[in-house]
C-alpha cells in the first residue's frame, strides 16, 4: 500500500518516496474482500482513504496552528493543507477573509456617541 513522500522527520524517521507498513492480517482481509466483492476492491484507495483519515485524527490544537500558519506563508501547498484539512480549509480561509475584512472597517463610527460627539 505505498504513498509517494520524500522528507526527514523531527522524530527521525524519513519518508522515501513509498510509505510501507506490515499488514498481516489487514492484508489478509483485503485479499479475502477482493476475492468476494463484485468487481474487487481498490486496496490502494482504500489505504490513501484510511491514511489521510488517521492524518486528520492525528492533530492536535497546536498543530492545526502550525500547518495553517506554514499553508499562509506558503512553506506548505495547498494539497498538503487539504489532505490535512479537508473542507475545514476552505471555511478557514472563509473565516481568516471576514477577520481581515472586519479589521479594515472604519471603526470610528462606532466611537462616537449618538448625539455626533
Known amino acids: 500500500m505505498p504513498l509517494h513522500v520524500e522528507r526527514q522527520c523531527?522524530?527521525?524517521?524519513?519518508?522515501?518516496?513509498?510509505?510501507?507498513?506490515?499488514?498481516?492480517?489487514?492484508?489478509?482481509?483485503?485479499?479475502?474482500?477482493?476475492?468476494?466483492?463484485?468487481?474487487g476492491i481498490n486496496v490502494s484507495e482504500l489505504a490513501r482513504v484510511g491514511l489521510v483519515e488517521m492524518l486528520r485524527q492525528s492533530l492536535d490544537e497546536q498543530d492545526k496552528i502550525a500547518v495553517y500558519e506554514r499553508y499562509s506563508r506558503g512553506e506548505v501547498g495547498e494539497d498538503v493543507a487539504r489532505v490535512l484539512f479537508g473542507e475545514k480549509l476552505d471555511r478557514m480561509e472563509e473565516e481568516k477573509e471576514s477577520f481581515e475584512a472586519a479589521m479594515e472597517r472604519d471603526t470610528s463610527e462606532f466611537l462616537t456617541g449618538s448625539d455626533g460627539e
Do not use: P, V
Not at 18 to 25: D, L, N, P, Y
Not at 34 to 39: A, L, P
Open 10 to 39: 523531527t522524530s527521525g524517521s524519513s519518508y522515501d518516496k513509498t510509505i510501507q507498513f506490515r499488514a498481516g492480517a489487514e492484508k489478509e482481509a483485503a485479499e479475502l474482500l477482493d476475492e468476494i466483492h463484485i468487481g
